[in-house]
């Protein structure tokens, strides 16, 4: 990957965030097959939606429908807010 030409520079703190296991399956495997860490692709998705952009093109929300069905994700957006952890 090659780096843009006006880099930003940021500070980054360390988070432990708790997610759905399937959805965290999905997102490492979107970075890895983006060559890019978990934290960079969920900056990029976050910044993306903050600005009500699609953060993923054509072509990546159709290997990310594969990865879906690899790991078994059915969650869908209007599920965000009706989302019950086991215990």
Not at 23 to 37: I, N, P, R, T
Not at 54 to 79: C, M, N
Request: charged share 35%; no cysteine.
């Amino acid at each position: 990957m090659t780096e843009p030409k006006n880099l930003v520079e940021i500070e980054r703190m360390q988070t432990g965030v708790r997610m759905e296991k399937r959805l965290l399956k999905v997102l490492k495997a979107v970075a890895e097959l983006k060559d890019m860490s978990l934290g960079d692709l969920l900056e990029g998705i976050v910044l993306h939606a903050f600005e009500g952009k699609a953060p993923f093109s054509p072509q990546t929300l159709k290997e990310i429908e594969k990865l879906k069905g690899i790991y078994g994700l059915t969650l869908r957006a209007s599920d965000s807010h009706r989302l019950k952890e086991r215990r």
